[in-house]
């Protein structure tokens, strides 16, 4: 009994010292103003599950203040801030509300957010079907949908079976800024996926050459090898009376490339972009244009700056359903 009692005072004595040593102060406590033209609803929901970490307004619990609980705490604010903090909503313009939306809801759809071990122990946090189903409604409500008429659906036609055909092909390309060159064969790369963008009514397809391919067939894609070259057609979404979806304008063509050596100082990709049917390299006039790109892809991080995960391929269904 003697040596059980001195073992809890030993532990109580180590957890106490504990105490004085704390994490780096970051704001708590500065409030996040209500995000403007959003419904009432909307915010309520987006404050009780998402400002605790992805503003700067924390409401922290007494367990979350001790040591080394607050470690970790600090270190998710920190880190989720990074991503996405909504106490700059103001200073975005419309397109980056309506874009950081529709991505915040597209994670509480796959279920990565809120974090499963974080709702365990902040019940407030958690999201019941009936308010998942509020701000899927609010984000189909924004989405630049219009009904197009006839003669645009028509010249879309027209464009897309241009492009199916190779006639867009031009016999010479300019390099973007930064040197890459374009890939005139992306069209006869395998797709590995498709987008809808309704936040800002585009839809694309994304192309992988061999290496991609292949990296996929073998589940090698976290982090993806070098040589894997993406290519993600942008396209204008068109709407038929009836409420079918399909392509529009073509809008531009974007290449990923993976090189961690080559591209070290920007994530491990070169990233360019060519726009419009005349394929006009973007970025002449922006001083590292490429960091609008890391930004955007930031918060998949973890899966080496990867939106978009790839469809299982046909031969890869074979094999499952084989087993």
């Avoid at 922006?286 to 990867?306: G, K, L, M, S, W």
Wanted: contains cysteine; aromatic residues 12%; positive net charge.
């Amino acid at each position: 009994m003697k040596n059980r009692n001195k073992l809890i005072l030993v532990l109580f004595i180590g957890f106490v010292g504990l105490q004085f040593f704390r994490p780096e102060k970051i704001d708590h406590g500065t409030k996040a103003q209500n995000l403007t033209n959003v419904p009432k609803e909307v915010n309520a929901i987006l404050r009780s599950s998402c400002f605790d970490c992805h503003s700067s307004e924390t409401n922290l619990r007494w367990y979350d203040k001790i040591t080394p609980a607050n470690f970790l705490v600090t270190s998710h604010i920190k880190e989720a801030r990074g991503v996405l903090n909504f106490s700059k909503w103001d200073s975005w313009p419309k397109a980056q509300q309506n874009s950081t939306i529709y991505y915040a809801i597209n994670k509480v759809l796959s279920g990565e957010m809120p974090l499963p071990s974080y709702a365990a122990v902040h019940s407030s946090a958690k999201l019941s079907q009936e308010q998942i189903q509020t701000l899927k409604n609010y984000a189909l409500s924004i989405a630049p949908r219009k009904v197009s008429d006839d003669s645009q659906i028509k010249e879309a036609e027209k464009q897309y079976n241009s492009w199916v055909n190779g006639e867009l092909k031009k016999p010479h390309v300019k390099d973007a800024p930064n040197g890459i060159h374009y890939f005139p064969d992306y069209r006869n790369w395998k797709a590995i996926s498709t987008t809808d963008r309704f936040d800002n009514g585009t839809m694309r397809i994304i192309f992988g050459n061999d290496i991609a391919v292949k990296a996929i067939q073998e589940h090698k894609v976290n982090p993806w090898p070098d040589g894997a070259v993406f290519a993600k057609t942008v396209w204008k979404q068109q709407m038929e009376t009836n409420g079918n979806i399909s392509s529009g304008e073509f809008l531009a063509v974007e290449f990923m490339i993976k090189d961690a050596e080559k591209y070290s100082k920007t994530k491990g990709w070169g990233w360019a972009r060519w726009k419009g049917s005349d394929l006009k390299p973007y970025g002449g006039d922006i001083p590292n244009f490429e960091q609008e790109c890391i930004e955007c892809h930031t918060p998949v991080a973890d899966r080496d700056y990867v939106f978009t995960p790839p469809l299982y391929l046909i031969s890869q269904l074979k094999k499952i359903n084989a087993k």
